[in-house]
């Protein structure tokens, strides 16, 4: 009997579609770039801005620098000295209730490169912090290294000042003046600023009556004035 004869077992087949699934990771991860965060700017910005905020705070300081040699370099050419003023003379005299002042004031200008120019200035007189005398001096030049000689009359309202006067026949009261002035240094002008003059402990005497004049006491004056001139103030 003859042998029969079986069929060769068949090769064992991958199948295609499982091996193509399988192996599409693989070549994707293969393909695929590594993740690598980008660094941060925010360090790069703080470098910035500090190296900002040193060059500005370089600058300012440098400014001051040259400002201050500025000022010295004008202080040294020119020598300035604020003003000065006193009251000289205070005679007081009453009619009824009328209160008549004659107030003489000297002005005194020390520098020698710088000339004050001054609007009309407006005196007040106090007695006991009361106002009791309103008065005006007009516009006046005061020179390089002159002295300016002022003279007004103050006049009061409805102002009895004979129980203060009774005894010695004087009252100690309060001379304060303001006006406006501005400064000339050779073509230099400044702009007008404000001054005030204190004049604090005056003595007034009594001269109704009598004849010749009354020395006041006490006369110096506090001299409140800021002027610009450049980056310097008087």
Known sequence: MADK?????????????????????????????????????HRRSCYCYFYCCLWIIFIIMLLLIISAIATAIIYLLYRPHPPSFSVSNLQ????????????????????????????????????????????????????????????TVVRGENVDLKLDMKEKRSLHVKVEMNAKVKVK??????????????????KAVDTSGESGAAMAKNSKCKVDLRIKIWKWTV
């Open 5 to 41: 004869i079986f069929p060769a077992a068949k090769p064992t087949t991958v199948n295609p579609t499982v091996a193509t699934t399988t192996a599409k990771p693989q070549i994707y991860n293969a393909a695929r770039p590594v993740y690598r965060p980008h660094p941060h700017r």
């Open 92 to 151: 007081i005299s009453q009619t009824n209730l009328t209160t008549r002042f004659n107030l003489t004031v000297v002005a005194r200008n020390p520098s020698n490169k710088m000339t004050f120019y001054y609007d009309s200035v407006s005196v007040l007189i106090y007695s006991n912090e009361v106002d009791v005398g309103d008065g005006l001096i007009p516009a006046f030049v005061c020179g390089k290294q002159s002295t300016a000689t002022l003279k």
């Open 185 to 202: 240094i050779g073509r230099y002008e400044s702009k007008q600023a404000h001054v005030r003059v204190v004049c604090n402990g005056v």
